[in-house]
Structure formats: structure tokens, C-alpha cells
């Protein structure tokens, strides 16, 4: 294999953000225009608990593209440090990773750039770090962002698709479709350098042209 995780899993993914948008779309059209159409005939009381549960659905469910595509990046960063292990063999390793201390992420980002012999420019990285400090305030807070330093409400919200409405993140479709295209490049980037180590550790030189 030349790379930990397929490109078929990006793929899905990007179908899967493209039919819950679509389908999040329909609901609030439908609630948009039952709501008018008890305005126009004179309704005092109006109903709009269909359009609190499609806005609550579809809270949830970007939630979840968040969450899925951050579990998708771990994934990638883990599968990596597995290749560039075997390949060197684990009696080789100066350190494990296991060994590590801080941050998961950044603890494999350390170990693949060390084993790798590759450095992984902070421009490529940084989509994905942002990724994770939304999907620990989701996870952890339920997507409250008011508990928050500053600087981090700041981080969060400056990330174009992110928003924040009565202290809570909003994602939108936009963010996870524009997450997952620098998570997928990140991924490639990630796996050729790691193939390129691969071939050094096995012949003893760089073949690349």
C-alpha cells in the first residue's frame, strides 16, 4: 500500500456532507413554507416546531462531519506511523511511539517527521489542528464555546463556515466540505513523503527523479 488510508474514504465522505446538505436544504424548504403558509391564512398561533427539529437535526448532523473527518485524519496520522515502524523495524526505532508525551496528534506528527526524514510545512498542517479544536469543543462541550480562552474562541471562529450563534458553534456545510479537501491533501502529502522513506529505509537511497 502507498498510503494508510484510501482516497475512496474522502470520496464517500464528500458524498455524504453533499446528500445530508441536500436533504437538510428540503426540510428547512418545507418548514419555511408551512410556516408562510399559516401566515397566509391568518393563523395566530403559528406551529414552528417542525422547523426547531429540522434546525436541530441539522446542528447534529455537521456536527457529525466534523467528528467523522477529525476520526478520519487520527486514522491517517495512526496508519502512517504504523508503515514507517514496519518499515524500519521496531527493534530500529530510537523511540516509540508510545514513548511520546503531549498531544496524540502532534505526538504522531512528530514521529512521522523524525522516522520520515520529512517535515510537514505548518500551512498543510494547520487545517487539520484547527479541524481537531472544533471537534474537542463539540465533543467535550456539546459545542459550547463560551467556557473558552479568548484566543481559542477567536482560532475557532475566524475558520471560514464557522460560526458562533447564543455561544454555540455553527458549522456549515461549506467547512466540511472545505475540511476535507485539506484533510485529503494533508493525507497525500503525508503518504508520499512516508513512501519516499519506505524506499530510502529498503535500498539505501532516494530513487525519486
Partial sequence: MHQSLEEYEFQLFKWHVKETDTLIDKMIKDETSYIKNQTDTGDTEQDDSGMVAAEYYMCRVRYSHVIHLASLFESMLQGECDRLAQAIGENNL???????????????????????????????????????????????????????????????????????????????????NQAAISIENLSKFIAQKVQRGRRITAHGKDDEP
Avoid: M, T
Fill in 94 to 176: 530510537l523511540f516509540k511511539l508510545s514513548e511520546l508525551k503531549g498531544e496524540p496528534w502532534l505526538v504522531k506528527r512528530r514521529f512521522i517527521e523524525r522516522y520520515g526524514q520529512f517535515e510537514v510545512p505548518d500551512e498543510i498542517w494547520q487545517p487539520a489542528e484547527d479541524l481537531l479544536k472544533v471537534r474537542n469543543v463539540v465533543i467535550h462541550a456539546n459545542g459550547a464555546i463560551d467556557s473558552r480562552q479568548p484566543d481559542q474562541k477567536r482560532a475557532i471562529e475566524k475558520q471560514p463556515g464557522i460560526s458562533i450563534e447564543s455561544g454555540y458553534i455553527k458549522v456549515s456545510g461549506e467547512y466540511a
